[in-house]
């Protein structure tokens, strides 16, 4: 970009040229798009949001006027709300990076969610809004395993890993014969990297809502030990994290695909290869406030059954 100054008698000509980093935005006239930066392209490169631009043209020039800084810049630019038809009941997630784990001065911290990670999820994917229900796990597998029944809108309870799994297969194949979902996608359990990065919504804090100390604020999004009265209640009935995630952190606990380890970190990890146990995630009606937290990590042997193992699905492209 230039930018020159007029002629006169005592400045025949003055031309002052100073170049602007920059991207330039193909898309659609009215629709609105976030500009993010990293300072590599490596994949574990944490993308910032810089300003967010309602296109005017087709093809429209976006300049970074905070630029030229030490180092570089990457740029690029997401459509805001550009996201594929969800299926019923399902929220689409966006790709993006985000800290895995709690800083050492959290409180009520546990010792297994550090050290922190940088972590990417590196594709979009749907994720069940709400934990499977009774009446949802009823209609896919023939029976209903829960503990507190009564009402077919409460979470599946009592099922293992392996339950959880053939859910996730069945619902595959009916759904598959049915025509309804999209060419190689697949029900899943998600990761535990999928499942932090959903409940977080964004934010670094112990809630997806805030920091909370004093557990305050608690009661308004999640069912736990303090106001559960001793069972599982119907989903949806707390707020939404800003996701629009509904009981992500209490009601039940859920399986996750990976066996329970180290944080890897970087691109769409998965776990440790094998192990003796796998990660499940969230609070839950008999948890305490701490057991709630977005960073909060449990696991069991995939074979357990109990009143407090629930799960929810992910559909994403199949492997």
Known sequence: MSRSTAATADN????????????????TIGKSYSLLFAPTLE???LWQKLDTVVLTN?????IDFDSPKAGKR????????????????MVWIKPGTFTMGSPANELDRGSNEGPQTLVTISHGFWMGKYEVTQAEYEAVMGSNPSN????????VEQVSWTDSVNYCAKLTEREHAAGRLPAGY???LPTEAEWEYVARAGSTTRFSYGDDPGYTKLKDYAWYHANSGGTTHPVGQKLANAWGLYDMAGNVPEWCLDWFGEYPGGTDPTGPASGSYRAFRGGCWHCDAWNCRSANRLYINPGSRDG????????????
Do not use: C, H
């Not at 087709?58 to 976006?62: D, K």
């Open 12 to 27: 025949p000509l003055s031309l002052d040229v100073s170049m602007f980093a920059g991207v330039t935005i193909k898309g």
């Open 148 to 155: 507190f029944k009564g009402d077919l809108n409460r979470p």
């Open 43 to 45: 994949p574990a490169s």
């Open 308 to 319: 407090l193992f629930g799960f929810r699905v992910v559909l994403a492209p199949g492997q």
């Open 58 to 62: 087709a093809v429209q020039i976006w």
């Open 74 to 89: 990457f740029y690029r630019a997401e459509e805001i709300g550009s996201s594929p038809e969800s299926p019923a009941g």
């Open 186 to 188: 697949v029900y899943r």
